[in-house]
């Protein structure tokens, strides 16, 4: 037997290399049949779905899981879907999608106050329930285009060109780390998004219609209020006067 034949031997007894893993969403939801059927509808497009049916199951699950996408309920028992988020928070920056039976505007401010990225109402439609969660995979791993870091020649004292300044505030756009004053801020993919947003234009007001389009990837009518609540999250983490309101308009990064 040839070397080459020996080769293709090995090669065909390995079989093919294995693919990506697929991505994997805790759904944490306590009415089963809406539990199961946000997991039946999710495994068809090709996600690996865990669930609970509890505030308090579903924090054990995300903690001893590895999970690229939270989907919670609001009214949980144990613990609800609010202070669900809060915990999860404190510990990750894991996207989250909230889901609310109803339009209500207290769950939804109250929901991306925790710190959640987007939110659903009930009864789910299939579609744009995965539309947001692949809009928010996206942000979880987007990279902006930058050019290279500055070269030697153009002098050690200047910054390199992804390091953006603005005051005490620090962007590593290759790195993908915020400072401000020297401290690393953490923030999630929606706010680091929507902070790289703003940095490619500072100074410049960006309204809120281009923000979801742009950030939220929203091919369609979006609720501002998603704008307004991670502005406001965002503010906290990186100094309230850094993103100032134009009324009227929108928003816009003080260079200074």
């Given amino acids: 037997m040839t070397s080459n034949a020996q080769a293709g031997s090995v090669s065909a007894a390995r079989g ?4 990506p893993a697929p991505v994997g969403v805790l759904v944490v939801e ?3 049949t809406i539990r199961r059927a946000v997991q039946l509808a999710l495994e068809r497009y090709g996600y690996r779905v865990d669930v609970a049916a509890d505030g308090l ?3 054990e699950a995300f903690r001893a899981g590895a999970y690229d996408l939270l989907i919670l309920d609001v009214m949980l028992p144990e ?9 999860i ?5 894991v996207p989250v999608l909230m889901m609310s039976a109803r339009g209500d505007a207290l769950d939804v401010v109250a929901g991306l106050e925790a710190g959640a990225d987007d939110y659903v109402i009930k009864p789910v439609d299939t579609a744009v329930m ?7 995979l996206r942000r979880a791993t987007f990279r902006p285009d930058t050019e290279s870091p500055a070269s030697e020649e153009s002098g050690r004292d200047r ?10 505030l620090t962007i590593d756009t290759l790195g993908m780390e915020v400072r401000r004053a020297g401290a690393t801020v953490s923030l999630t993919p929606t706010e680091l998004r929507l902070l790289l947003e703003f940095a490619a234009a500072p100074g410049s007001v960006l309204d809120r219609r281009r923000l979801l389009r742009d950030v939220w990837d929203y091919g369609w009518e979006g609720d501002t209020r998603v704008v307004d609540l991670c502005v406001l999250r ?8 850094r993103i100032e309101t134009v009324r009227g308009f929108g928003y816009k990064l003080v260079r200074g």
């Fill in 16 to 19: 093919p290399a294995p693919g």
């Fill in 30 to 32: 306590d009415d089963a």
């Fill in 57 to 59: 199951s579903g924090l």
């Fill in 79 to 87: 613990l609800d879907g609010i202070g669900l988020c809060h915990r």
């Fill in 89 to 93: 928070r404190e510990e990750s920056p």
């Fill in 130 to 136: 995965v539309a947001r969660i692949r809009a928010l």
């Fill in 159 to 168: 910054a390199p060109d992804h390091v953006l300044t603005f005051g005490d």
């Fill in 234 to 241: 965002l503010r906290k983490k990186i100094g309230s006067g």
